[in-house]
């Protein structure tokens, strides 16, 4: 095989309970990753998931690795918090408040981009995405 590098991608539309706007909190799925060799990949599953609302943008670049990892590994299942917003597009610039509000709409767009450069195998069987109802 050559350097080039490979990636794959796919898009969850979370719509759940359409009429109301929510909130997205977390997000929890399971699966089996292995290398060309079989071997368990346990970090860096994913390279880049992008998370977008009618209004609002975030990414989050997941690393199990860090010590302040935003991504959380426990029993086979990993587990993460829905980025906080870091484009707000109603008013035009990225978030400046000190604390950036979270993601909320009527639906979520997930884009999960991963690394297949080196022939990895991914299954992904469950992708669960918690949100509670917006008081605004």
Same mark, same amino acid.
């Given at each position: 095989?050559?350097?080039?590098?490979? &990636?794959?991608? &796919?898009?969850?539309? $979370?719509?759940?309970?359409?009429?109301?706007?929510?909130?997205?909190?977390?997000?929890? &799925?399971?699966?089996? !990753?292995?290398?060309?060799?079989?071997?368990?990949?346990?970090?860096?599953? !994913?390279?880049?998931? =992008? !998370?977008?609302?009618?209004?609002?943008?975030?990414?989050?670049?997941?690393?199990?690795?860090?010590?302040?990892?935003?991504? @959380?590994?426990? =029993?086979?299942?990993?587990? &993460?918090? $829905?980025?906080?917003?870091?484009? @707000?597009?109603?008013?035009?610039?990225?978030?400046?408040?000190?604390?950036?509000?979270?993601?909320?709409?009527?639906?979520?767009?997930?884009?999960?981009?991963? @690394? @297949?450069?080196?022939?990895?195998?991914? =299954?992904?069987?469950?992708?669960?995405?918690?949100?509670?109802?917006?008081?605004?």
């Amino acid at each position: 095989m050559d350097n080039t590098e490979l &990636f794959g991608k &796919f898009e969850i539309i $979370v719509n759940n309970a359409y009429p109301y706007t929510k909130v997205y909190d977390n997000v929890r &799925f399971q699966g089996n !990753f292995t290398d060309d060799k079989g071997a368990t990949i346990r970090d860096n599953v !994913f390279k880049l998931i =992008e !998370f977008k609302t009618k209004h609002q943008s975030a990414t989050l670049k997941p690393d199990i690795t860090k010590k302040n990892a935003m991504l @959380d590994y426990r =029993e086979d299942t990993y587990r &993460f918090a $829905v980025p906080r917003a870091t484009y @707000d597009n109603r008013r035009g610039v990225e978030s400046q408040l000190s604390l950036a509000p979270r993601l909320r709409g009527k639906w979520l767009s997930c884009t999960y981009t991963f @690394d @297949d450069t080196a022939g990895n195998k991914y =299954e992904l069987p469950q992708i669960t995405t918690t949100f509670r109802k917006s008081l605004t």
